[in-house]
């Protein structure tokens, strides 16, 4: 019979318990939102556990998880209480946290090990240095990230061996203040020793040695090793770099060490875009980053589209008129057929980028380019030899999604024209990008582009069609069609202007880690005066992407109609790329 009972029990036990789970609110809305990101009751309730006693087990974890929570907020006198109702039907969880007053830092002091003075030449260590507040809140977080800010500071000034003895935290229950001791092991001061490299193979010793910021004998900084660090990273030569301060018998001086990781110096790399006007495109790379063991850069492009086709070949040879000045050339052999035009040449330039800050690049050159311009029953046929002249900035988190920092560039060409048919004037574009994290997350971000183009010297009339601005298309006012965002000729065709202007403004949402919606409107138009009007309607495009996050970047898809709707316009407009469209 008992054995009967049993059985009958056991076939009517429940085979999960679902749950909903209910916070009280604390009255710090700050609070409230970390515990329930820190709660796994609150994560998992889409897996009910299999048991009464599995769901009892994670309230039990719960509760030291949200204890732990409200003390990082500065509660050290809360009370968690997680009630449930098993007889509900799902069951209800209901967490109720009492966090008691809030706790406030009352002294932060750094000293050496066991309370020792430290050492003359110490850097000075201020609250403001560390992000903590006398009187404020005793949060958890900044006060577990000063150990980082104090070793580094120490770092900065000359020692190299510095490291974080200990932390000492004190509560105080009767008066509900923090007091915090920092302390640091300094070492001795020493200055920069030689430098040992390894892992070398194809990458010359030499090239490595002029990427180092710091010199034999100079006072240690550690900043001076994280730009090297950054340097040969963004050589793109190396897969790892590994940068160490070593010990010597003489205490003062402090031996480096290198240890890098090459890469494959070859590459090949394609993609395909779809604009609805444009058609299919398709690109193809060959790229050789290392060809004679100092970083020399050489790549082969082949662009194939329904409006473009064209060869490419790059050339970068590092540090050639001195450390920071590279020779930059190019080779260009094209064929386009537009609305605008149809035109056939080539041009071939040569010159140098020189990088006068951490990102700031500026540049000069030369070059010579020669096309034909076919357009209806006119044809022109130019020879230019120009001088560009250009500015480059960038202090973005990333090159195809960035999220945060801005980005500028201006260029200036004043072009001779060679023989009587090729003109002579002079043409410049200022173009600027911002981006900004709405939060703390990449969740919500604001982009936003501006772009100004002028020329001067010449008519409209006599400008060669191929160096007229043009606006419209994915990469300028999405809506219009390429080219189509600007006067209209009589044959339907794009007439160009000698001047234009151009704005956008995007709000990108990541939905998810992969999958994000992008509203956006864009603005513009081309001008025939040397400078844009801007008391000129402009052409206005809104639309909706889509994007989908990869470790490449983010695959584009964009819709967008063009609000200014003209005779022979389309409704609407489709793009598909990878990148963000600025």
Known sequence: MGIFILLISGGIARANVPYEVTFTPTGDDALDAAIADASQLSAMTDKPPDSDA??????SDDKGRINAVARSFGYYDDQVEI???????????????????????????????????????SPPITTEQLHLEIGKPAFAAPVAGANFTIEHTFLQHGFPFARIADRKVTIDHGTHEMTVVYEIDPGPTANFGPTSYSGLKSVQQDYVERRLKWLEGQPYDITNVEKTRDALVASNLFSTVDIKTEHDNDPTIAPMAVDVTERLPRSIAGGISYASTEGVSGNLTWEHRNLFGEAEDLKFGLLVGQEESAATADFRRPDMFGTGWDLVSNITIDKETSDAYDSKGGKVSSGFEYKVLEHLVFGAGLSLEHATIDDYDLQQHYTLIGVPTYAKRDVTDDLLNPTMGDREGVIVTPYAGVGSTSPTFISGKVNGSIYQRLGDTDEFVLAALGAIGASAGVSLDDMPKDHRFYAGGGGSIRGYAFQHGGPIGIHDDPIGGLSSFEASVELRYKLTETIGLVPFVDAGNVYDSSLPDLSKRLLIGAGLGLRYYTGLGPVRLDVAAPLHKRDGDRPFQIYVSLGQAF
């Open 54 to 59: 599995a769901l009892r087990s994670r309230v």
């Open 83 to 121: 009630t449930t109702d098993m007889k509900a039907s799902p069951a209800k969880v209901t967490v109720t946290v009492t966090p008691g007053p809030q706790y406030l830092l009352a002294k932060v002091t750094v000293t050496g090990p066991g309370g020792a003075l430290l050492p003359a030449g």
